[in-house]
């Protein structure tokens, strides 16, 4: 079992729509979760950062953390285009005095007008 | 404007000629690293570094060597590059000493062609 799995999409929606995306992951010494934003031919950003399990807010964003279920999800309200972008999933933990950064490989999401 | 600089930004060269990638961040931060993405496998880390001097493996780190004289600077080089080296590059920088509690701050991105 992959330690980070994310569904590559493409996913497609019109404007206005409830986004959601997902990711599994098998190590439940993740601590951190983050969700990081890749726009086209730009370094990836950070988008959401959830430390242990919980949601957290910001404007039409909701990161959620499910450390039972390992799982996390990222929420998106009223999409817009400019949402149009690869999102990241991303956890980290510290292990053995050295930290273990993990990413996902990304879904494509394409908001349409 | 805070912000990581990554040099070239594109780059076509031939097996085994040496290269180096800069890096470079303005925001005085302990953390630095490097990753290739590559369609289907996403971001691998290559090497990283907690501080000056301090250098360590990431999941991928066979064919390149970095170095961390200054805080500021980070290069990645690839002494004798081969075409499963083709890919696109980001160095990234965090303020916190270890990525897991902090936020990365990653370059435009480089990408390299090895023929």
């Known amino acids: 079992q992959k330690e980070v799995e994310q569904d590559p999409g493409p996913l497609s929606v019109p404007e206005g729509a409830i986004v959601s995306l997902n990711c599994t992951y098998s190590n439940s010494a993740f601590q951190y979760f983050m969700w990081y934003r890749q726009y086209s031919r730009k370094g990836p950003e950070l988008l959401m950062y959830?430390?242990?399990?919980g949601n957290k807010e910001d404007g039409r964003f909701t990161a959620q953390v499910d450390k039972s279920s390992k799982y996390i999800s990222l929420f998106i309200r009223d999409s817009q285009p400019s949402d149009s972008a690869t999102y990241l999933c991303a956890m980290s933990a510290r292990q053995g005095g050295s930290e273990k950064l993990v990413f996902g490989k990304g879904t494509k999401l394409t908001v349409n007008p | 404007e805070a912000q990581v600089t990554q040099n070239p930004r594109y780059l076509i060269t031939v097996t085994g000629k040496k290269l180096t990638v800069t890096c470079s961040q303005n925001m005085n931060h302990e953390y630095m690293s490097w990753y290739r993405q590559d369609p289907g496998l996403g971001l691998r880390q290559i090497y990283y570094s907690m501080n000056v001097e301090v250098t360590d493996k990431g999941d991928v780190p066979e064919g390149y060597k970095v170095s961390r004289k200054e805080k500021r600077n980070f290069p990645l080089i690839l002494e004798s590059p081969s075409p499963n080296q083709t890919s696109l590059y980001f160095c990234?920088?965090?303020?916190?000493?270890?990525?897991?509690?902090?936020?990365?701050?990653f370059g435009e991105g480089s990408r390299l062609t090895v023929l």
């Open positions: 990234a920088s965090s303020l916190t000493q270890g990525a897991y509690t902090g936020e990365l701050f």
């Open positions: 959830t430390y242990s399990s």
